[in-house]
């Protein structure tokens, strides 16, 4: 059985209690070794056999798993964060259904949420948004035309832009065109829940100067939104004059 486990967002102790307990059994590991924190692979059983995907090509991940997995061995896929947000793990699943290869798949933090904790944030503020972006800017993988970051800047939302530190002058030259005003407050967070996580609030137009000021390039996201401001609208659910299925309100 091969299980596709998510790592969590950095910090070894925010996998899940299922994910730590499938890493302690699996006899082969083959984890994203640029950017899962190894101090997760400190619990692996005697004679597990690891690999580091970073080195590897899908090929060469597939023929690492899918053998091993005949040979009736537990093999764990460790992604970072969540499988699901730029993991990579559909063309791998595809080919584990073409060889008829069973596997699960364990849900991870993704480093949005570790962003948002590191931030002290909320992204759904009433009032201010109730739409969460998740992007990036398009490079070797291209964007579809509906997707350039202009067009999703255009909504106004909260966005959490993945795999764009490196571009971040442009990203703000965009963010801007596509309608964020220059002041709407921004964040670069950079290794969220790491040992060495940083945090820089800016505004939109700031990012750039707050990049180059703190020499963050890579493994940062950045954070968008009047989420990041003051204001906002108090929440219903916690409203006392707000009716629930749980409680009656007062008016």
Same mark, same amino acid.
């Given at each position: 059985?091969? /299980? $596709?486990?998510?790592?969590?967002?950095?910090? %070894?102790?925010?996998?899940?209690?299922?994910?730590?307990?499938?890493?302690?059994?699996?006899? *082969?590991?083959?984890?994203? &070794?640029?950017?899962?924190?190894?101090?997760?692979?400190? &619990?692996?059983?005697?004679?597990?056999? *690891?690999?580091?995907?970073?080195?590897? =090509?899908?090929?060469? @991940?597939?023929?690492?798993?899918?053998?091993?997995?005949?040979?009736?061995?537990? #093999?764990?896929?460790?992604?970072?964060?969540?499988?699901? @947000?730029?993991?990579?793990?559909?063309?791998?699943?595809?080919?584990?259904?073409?060889?008829?290869?069973? /596997? +699960?798949?364990?849900?991870?933090?993704?480093?949005?949420?570790?962003?948002?904790?590191?931030?002290?944030?909320?992204?759904?503020?009433?009032?201010?948004?109730?739409? #969460?972006?998740? =992007?990036?800017?398009?490079?070797?993988?291209?964007?579809?035309?509906?997707?350039?970051?202009?067009?999703?800047?255009?909504?106004?939302?909260?966005?959490?832009?993945?795999?764009?530190?490196?571009?971040?002058?442009?990203?703000?030259?965009?963010?801007?065109?596509?309608?964020?005003? %220059?002041?709407?407050?921004?964040?670069? @967070?950079?290794?969220?829940?790491?040992? +060495?996580?940083?945090? @820089?609030?800016?505004?939109?137009?700031?990012?750039?100067?707050?990049?180059?000021?703190?020499?963050?390039?890579?493994?940062?996201?950045?954070?968008?939104?009047? $989420?990041?401001?003051?204001? /906002?609208?108090?929440?219903?659910? /916690?409203?006392?004059?707000?009716?629930?299925? $749980?409680?009656?309100?007062?008016?």
């Amino acid at each position: 059985m091969i /299980y $596709f486990v998510g790592a969590g967002s950095g910090a %070894p102790d925010l996998i899940t209690i299922r994910g730590a307990g499938l890493l302690s059994r699996a006899d *082969v590991i083959v984890y994203a &070794g640029s950017l899962v924190n190894p101090a997760l692979l400190e &619990g692996k059983k005697a004679g597990c056999v *690891v690999y580091d995907s970073a080195k590897m =090509t899908l090929e060469e @991940v597939l023929s690492v798993m899918i053998p091993a997995a005949r040979e009736g061995k537990m #093999v764990v896929r460790l992604h970072t964060g969540d499988p699901c @947000v730029y993991g990579a793990h559909r063309e791998q699943m595809d080919a584990l259904d073409a060889a008829g290869i069973p /596997y +699960e798949i364990c849900p991870g933090v993704s480093s949005f949420c570790g962003a948002a904790a590191a931030l002290r944030a909320e992204y759904t503020l009433p009032g201010v948004s109730q739409t #969460v972006i998740l =992007t990036r800017m398009e490079g070797r993988t291209p964007m579809p035309e509906r997707e350039r970051i202009e067009a999703l800047a255009a909504h106004g939302a909260s966005m959490v832009v993945f795999l764009s530190a490196g571009r971040i002058s442009e990203l703000s030259r965009r963010l801007i065109a596509g309608g964020y005003a %220059p002041e709407t407050p921004a964040a670069i @967070v950079y290794k969220a829940t790491w040992p +060495e996580e940083k945090i @820089v609030k800016t505004t939109v137009s700031g990012l750039a100067e707050a990049a180059e000021r703190e020499q963050i390039t890579k493994t940062a996201l950045i954070t968008v939104g009047g $989420f990041l401001g003051d204001a /906002y609208d108090r929440s219903r659910l /916690y409203d006392p004059a707000f009716t629930t299925g $749980f409680r009656e309100g007062t008016s």
